[in-house]
């Protein structure tokens, strides 16, 4: 339950009993005038960019707004909807192209890189999307779109579609999860493979190939980009 002004309010009252907010019929404007869904959302944006997923509560946002949190919650139900919405308004941030490539494969990866660019410029939403329930905003669904017509110009179909498809997704996802969270120091990295060189005879090719050390975020997800690339084309030679 969500506890509002002292007050209880149940999930089928406040929405919650169908889990995503792009599912459920939106409620308008009722409320204090000033206040929108597109304000909301600014706001949250925001707020996450500055403070990251730990410091989102609805009664921060609210006073971020500067309403009461009733208010707030006229316009959405429940944080996992300000969560949503703040997602896919990430999304929006990009356009895909208004025309496909001649080379489906310069689609893809021309979708990808501007997806990996969208997460890292707000690194909490990355790990975001992993959570329970899968995206369905309008932005994300206009990406995904363009992303599946690519793999099926390409010649993928039914499953192999699919699965190229979470390959790609997690390829992004994971990339920038790691690069947003994964700050090592200086010494850090400098201990770190100290330690491997020490661990030599039992991890000869960990320790002669820059475990810690490698860092080149980007060079790394070209290449492994690539690697997906390359193989998505040898399945449809088949």
């Given at each position: 339950m969500n506890v509002i002004a002292g007050k209880e309010r149940t999930r089928s009252q406040s929405g919650g009993g169908i889990g995503n907010v792009w599912l459920r019929p939106s409620r308008g404007n009722k409320g204090e005038p000033p206040l929108t869904r597109a304000r909301i959302v600014q706001a949250a944006v925001a707020l996450l960019d500055e403070e990251g997923m730990d410091r989102l509560t609805m009664r921060r946002l609210a006073e971020r707004l500067?309403?009461?949190?009733?208010?707030?919650?006229w316009h959405v139900a429940t944080k996992g909807?300000?969560?949503?919405l703040a997602v896919d308004a990430i999304f929006g941030e990009t356009?895909?192209?208004?025309?496909?490539a001649e080379n489906?494969?310069?689609?893809?990866?021309r979708l990808v890189n501007d997806w990996r660019r969208a997460m890292l410029r707000h690194p909490w939403a990355a790990s975001v999307p992993s959570r329970q329930r899968p995206l369905m905003g309008p932005n994300f669904l206009t990406w995904m779109e363009f992303l599946q017509s690519a793999l099926l110009r390409a010649g993928l179909t039914d499953k192999r579609l699919n699965a190229a498809t979470w390959a790609l997704y997690n390829h992004v996802m994971g990339a920038t999860a790691t690069q947003s969270s994964l700050q090592l120091s200086a010494e850090e990295t400098r201990l770190g493979q100290e330690y491997l060189e020490s661990q030599r005879d039992q991890y000869p090719t960990v320790a002669a190939n820059n475990y810690i050390a490698d860092d080149d975020w980007d060079a790394n997800f070209a290449v492994g980009l690539e690697f997906l690339l390359d193989g998505i084309g040898a399945q449809t030679k088949r």
């Open positions: 500067q309403v009461g949190a009733t208010t707030l919650y909807d300000v969560i949503d356009p895909v192209p208004a025309h496909h489906p494969r310069d689609d893809i990866a």
